[in-house]
């Protein structure tokens, strides 16, 4: 997957997670969460698929979204 793509989905999906977990975070900050998310997701997917399509990258970047923020709350709660 380019690179421009990997960012713009996984801004997307930093963005629908955040909402979905219902953490208060600006926009930046949803988004770098949902990139990291999305390079997390891909490097998952690629283990599990040798193709990629882009619903199949969005699942992925969305779920490893979701796994940093469960991350960040817990380490948040901690201190």
């Known amino acids: 997957m380019p690179v421009v793509l990997l ?7 930093g963005v629908l997670a955040t909402r ?7 926009l ?3 988004m770098i969460i949902g990139v990291l998310g ?10 599990l698929m040798t193709s990629a399509s882009w619903v199949g ?6 779920l490893g979204s979701l796994v940093l ?6 380490y948040q709660g901690r201190r």
């Open 38 to 47: 999305a390079v997390t997701g891909g490097i998952g997917f690629r283990f």
């Open 57 to 62: 990258a969005f699942v992925l970047a969305l």
């Open 28 to 30: 930046p900050t949803a």
């Open 69 to 74: 923020l469960w991350l960040w709350k817990q």
């Open 7 to 13: 960012i713009v989905v996984g801004a997307l999906a």
């Open 20 to 26: 979905l977990m219902r953490m208060q975070t600006d």
